[in-house]
T-cell receptor, first 119, second 114 residues
Framework: DTGVSQDPRHKITKRGQNVTFRCDPI?????LYWYRQTLGQGPEFLTY????????KSRLLSDRFSAERPKGSFSTLEIQRTEQGDSAMYLC?????????????????FGEGSRLTVL | GENVGLHLPTLSVQEGDNSIINCAYS??????FIWYKQESGKGPQFIID?????DKRQGQRVTVLLNKTVKHLSLQIAATQPGDSAVYFC?????????????FGTGTRLLVSP
């Protein structure tokens, strides 16, 4: 499978614990995104990388959240001191380039997500 | 994701009918729009996109219509099939941001009865 892969698919943790999610994008995609989705809502943008550079962070990304993409390939999203409000589906997506470019449609390819439940 | 859409607007159709899913967007500066399909337990899947210099685009069994005057987007699915049952999201982007910071709408659940 050459799509976006995320690990783990499910994580149950106790409040106050740290969790880390991993995303492996499609190999030729230089752009990587993290989104969060809660029940009944559409995905909300968290952060964006172009290669290894983190270029944009949402105000939703509190200081307990940190994302990295050290070599411009896979990315990790860590949540420290988890709270019950962090319970959500964390989605990773990747793309080759900007919407409207000559070689792509601007499509974001999403992974299956990592579901976090904080007890 | 799983159990997405517990309280979403729902459109129920019979197999073979045509479906129309509507979306109102808020940012008049948005110039690129995408429809995504999300099945239970899965990530969103691209269906079709449209740029603001167009008002209609057709794909296989799907058509997207864009009305910039009233900031309205619709997705038409022809000959709807049970496999089309899912939650559908519209998403908008302003290419002047320099990247695809897609802003997603609330979503509509489509239920197709055989």
């Amino acid at each position: 499978d050459t799509g976006v892969s995320q690990d783990p698919r499910h994580k149950i943790t106790k409040r106050g614990q740290n969790v880390t999610f991993r995303c492996d994008p499609i190999s030729e995609h230089n752009r990587l995104y993290w989104y969060r989705q809660t029940l009944g809502q559409g995905p909300e943008f968290l952060t964006y990388f172009q290669n290894e550079a983190q270029l944009e962070k949402s105000r939703l990304l509190s200081d307990r959240f940190s994302a990295e993409r050290p070599k411009g390939s896979f990315s990790t999203l860590e949540i420290q001191r988890t709270e019950q409000g962090d319970s959500a589906m964390y989605l990773c997506a990747s793309s080759r380039g900007l919407a409207g470019g000559p070689t792509n449609t601007g499509e974001l390819f999403f992974g299956e997500g990592s579901r976090l439940t904080v007890l | 994701g799983e159990n997405v859409g517990l309280h979403l607007p729902t459109l129920s159709v019979q197999e073979g009918d045509n479906s129309i899913i509507n979306c109102a967007y808020s940012n008049s500066a948005s110039d690129y729009f995408i429809w995504y399909k999300q099945e239970s337990g899965k990530g969103p899947q691209f269906i079709i996109d449209i740029r603001s210099n167009m008002d209609k685009r057709q794909g296989q069994r799907v058509t997207v219509l864009l009305n910039k005057t009233v900031k309205h987007l619709s997705l038409q699915i022809a000959a709807t099939q049970p496999g089309d049952s899912a939650v559908y999201f519209c998403a908008e982007n302003n290419q002047n941001t320099g990247f695809q910071k897609l802003v997603f709408g609330t979503g509509t659940r489509l239920l197709v009865s055989p």
